[in-house]
């Protein structure tokens, strides 16, 4: 089964489903050890474009960048280069992405990129006084 590639970025996502065979190139990174022969060993995500996964339903492999260093990362896939992307499977995108998440809130007050705080507004005043 052929999967449509997405309308935005058809030529870049092509390239990267290309090189990466049409399957998730996902090698643990997702936490996961893709061993479905329970070999021990870290393997390759098994799932490919056009498979069917339970709950997940037909995949459309992503492309996303191999070194993703924080969410933002992924807003901006689209301007890398072919070789700096990965396909990935659904499952594996969102793990991935929730391991980021959680890594990006770990790290201590202060420390962030930007601080919201000075864009946070008051909450209006009921008028009850
Ligand atoms: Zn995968
Ligand atoms: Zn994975």
């Known amino acids: 089964m052929t999967v449509r590639p ?7 996502w092509s390239a990267v489903m290309k090189a990466a065979g049409d399957r998730c190139e996902c090698q ?17 995500c098994q799932v490919s474009n056009g498979d069917h996964v339970s709950k997940v339903g037909l995949i459309a492999l992503i492309a996303v960048p191999r070194d993703p260093i924080n969410e933002g ?3 901006t896939a689209a301007r890398l280069p072919a070789k700096r992307l990965a396909a990935m499977c659904r499952p594996c995108h969102d793990a991935v992405l929730r391991k980021i998440r959680s890594a990006t809130k770990k790290l201590p007050a202060g420390d962030d ?5 000075e864009y946070r507004v008051a909450p209006p005043t009921t008028g009850a006084a």
């Open 6 to 12: 997405p309308l935005v970025g058809a030529a870049l």
């Open 28 to 44: 643990g990174a997702c936490g996961k050890k893709h061993d479905p022969d329970r070999t021990r060993q870290q393997q390759r």
């Open 73 to 75: 990362d992924f807003a």
């Open 113 to 117: 990129l930007f601080n919201v705080d």
